[in-house]
């Protein structure tokens, strides 16, 4: 595909955050135009403080969309799972049939989403691509597959890292790529919580939790060690880090955590099924 125009149906957290990582890359083919598409005009001023580039172009309502869907090679669909089938209804007269989808909507499988197209890339991805340190898991349709794995992955790549993965697999996937930011969160702020407890200020509790979480993950990637050899070399015989340690795994952290993302994974699932 060369000289292609995307249209962000659905230019929101999530629209915005893959928009603006596509347009702080470099790679080749790059689109000419990308659309950002919303509902209401507030979300639409909102989009033009955020977002400022020279082939960013801006839509909303349900005329000026259907003309972007229809002058669109690539819909990136940004809308939430529950709104899919209607905003097809709106602009299923801008569909050619040939255009690829790529969707970022949870829970929503890509035979539902055949409906817009047959080329349908389903990505599961986070808050992160904001910053270029996004993940993100792709499963494609056989005919994407086939034609446009190549693009999606070079796309979908900017946010930070892309990898496939069977459908299958895609409720474990939102359970911790997609919520795993909420997850870490919550680790970082207790970590934050112990170091106030102990007299740090809070600033600098803040910055020592998130330095240590990004240090720690760049560790993993790096060494590609298992997290467990890394965690038994921090831990000096009768020092602080086994004592920390122990108390932690007292209060059940581990399974609470691992049950957390099953947990998510589960109503991940439900939702596919409850349509
Ligand atoms: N947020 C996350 O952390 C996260 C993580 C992983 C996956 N996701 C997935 O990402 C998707 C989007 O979530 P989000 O948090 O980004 O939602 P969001 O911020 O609410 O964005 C939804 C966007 O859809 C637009 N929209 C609604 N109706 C429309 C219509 N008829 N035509 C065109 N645009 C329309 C909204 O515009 P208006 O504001 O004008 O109505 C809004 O810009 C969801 O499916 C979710 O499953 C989100």
Redesign the pocket.
């Known amino acids: 595909m060369k000289d292609y125009t995307i249209a962000v149906?659905?230019?929101?957290?999530?629209?915005?955050?893959v928009a603006s990582a596509i347009l702080k890359a470099k790679f080749d083919p790059y689109p000419i135009r990308i659309i950002g598409?919303?509902?209401?005009?507030?979300?639409?001023d909102?989009?033009k403080s955020q977002l400022k580039h020279e082939i960013f172009e801006y839509s909303?309502?349900?005329e000026s969309?259907t003309k972007a869907v229809s002058e669109a090679d690539i819909i990136i669909?940004?809308?939430?799972?529950y709104?899919?089938q209607?905003?097809y209804d709106?602009?299923k007269s801008g569909l050619t049939g040939k255009q690829l989808v790529i969707?970022?909507?949870?829970?929503?499988t890509i035979s539902e989403l055949t409906i817009f197209s047959s080329y349908v890339a389903k990505v599961?991805?986070?808050?992160p691509a904001r910053f270029g340190c996004g993940t993100a898991a792709i499963s494609f349709s056989k005919e994407a597959e086939a034609e446009y794995e190549d693009l999606v992955m070079k796309l979908i790549g900017t946010v930070g890292e892309a990898f496939k993965i069977p459908e299958k697999n895609m409720d474990a996937a939102?359970a911790l790529?997609?919520?795993g930011?909420?997850f870490c969160l919550l680790m970082m702020e207790a970590l934050i919580d112990g170091g106030v407890r102990m007299g740090l200020p809070f600033e600098v509790a803040k910055l020592s939790a998130a330095k240590v979480m990004e240090g720690t993950a760049r560790m993993v990637l790096e060494t590609n060690d298992h997290p467990a050899v890394l965690k038994s070399k921090v831990c000096t015989p009768g020092g602080t880090t086994i004592a920390g340690l122990l108390k932690m795994e007292d209060a059940g952290i581990r399974s609470g955590i691992a049950r957390g993302v099953e947990e998510a994974a589960i109503v991940s699932a439900s939702f596919a099924k409850k349509k």
């Open positions: 149906l659905g230019c929101g957290v999530m629209g915005t955050a598409c919303t509902n209401s005009v507030g979300t639409n909102l989009l909303y309502g349900s969309n669909l940004g809308c939430k799972p709104m899919y209607a905003i709106e602009i969707s970022l909507l949870a829970g929503t599961m991805t986070n808050t939102t790529v997609g919520s930011p909420a």
